[in-house]
């Protein structure tokens, strides 16, 4: 039993099984000890997301929301048209492309469906709360109904990050790391969403890998974040499709990943060197900050 075991979480699926929304799981605060939730799964076809009756609703919490392609080829394309309402108007918006959108405190949002899929797609939302609550939004069914489409310059478009995931060659992270996992990474900054908070997520096809500018020692940083190494299989997202091995505290405890799991990292917690290992199919590590970042230093105490 080690020391950090606490901040490793193997991820357990619910199969929902017939309907569009099929495997998912759910991290709260009882496993990431501060007041976040986290839910993702996949979606096989079109029709409502969401619970009836398919109404808006609104939290006293920030919450994100963030459509992506299992594409590890091309993220970027999300392979599906779905239709997302905000605001007290019911602003349209059309998602084409793996997008993020901000919905800080108070904003009514939804409903969403989606139109047409040519590929499955995985759906996260991250609650900055400790307990999910929501309030329904009163108004006619019609109100919502068959509105135009929103374009640029509408009320709420910059709660939309639409998310390029770019080519991550060697050297990318500098002289010392010439690594290449042959993948992409897409960035997520959610300033001008009303609220900080930041998403990584990044396509890994090749070992090993070693992140980091510095790769072989480890970093602090006064914010949390939680690693979440996700498969890429939409057939079957419990399998994780590789191996990693990540560092944890000044006593540098190794822990090695071998199927769908979190890594919780709070707020001045040493961590890294992280390391992909082993790739038998292309998988994900999407590395989520509910509530931004600030950059790493590699000084965690007089000891190291």
């Known amino acids: 039993m080690g020391q950090y075991d606490k901040y490793v979480k193997h991820l357990t699926f619910t199969d929902y099984g017939y309907g569009s929304f099929r495997q998912g799981t759910r991290l709260g605060p ?40 299992a594409n590890t080829d091309d993220m970027s394309e999300l392979s599906a048209e779905i239709d997302l309402y905000l605001g007290e108007e019911n602003e349209r918006h059309m998602l084409t492309a793996s997008t993020a959108v901000g919905i800080p405190a108070g904003m009514p949002h939804m409903p969403a469906n989606i139109l047409k899929m040519d590929g499955r797609i995985i759906f996260m939302e991250i609650s900055t709360t400790a307990k999910y609550e929501e309030t329904p939004v009163e108004g006619e069914k019609s109100q919502f109904e068959n509105q135009p489409l929103a374009g640029f310059g509408s009320k709420y478009m910059s709660k939309f990050i639409r998310v390029p995931f770019i080519r991550k060659g060697p050297w990318s992270y500098g002289q010392l790391n010439p690594d290449d996992s042959g993948g992409a990474l897409g960035v997520i900054n959610g300033k001008d969403t009303g609220f900080d908070f930041i998403i990584m997520c990044e396509t890994l096809k090749k070992a090993p890998y070693r992140f980091g500018p510095v790769p072989d020692k480890p970093h602090v940083h006064q914010n949390p974040e939680i690693l979440l190494f996700m498969g890429a299989n939409t057939d079957d997202i419990t399998q994780l499709g590789g191996e990693a091995e990540i560092a944890l505290g000044k006593e540098m405890e190794l822990h090695r990943i071998t199927r769908p799991t979190a890594v919780i990292v709070p707020g001045g917690l040493p961590h890294n060197p992280l390391t992909i290992t082993k790739v038998d199919t292309p998988f994900i590590m999407t590395d989520v900050r509910p509530f931004g970042m600030e950059p790493p230093s590699s000084r965690t105490s007089p000891d190291l």
């Open 30 to 69: 009882e496993d990431l000890g501060m007041d976040v939730i986290i839910e993702f799964g996949t979606y096989w076809s079109a029709g409502p997301m969401g619970k009836e009756p398919y109404r808006p609703h609104k939290h006293d919490f920030n919450q994100i929301l963030y459509w992506f392609s």
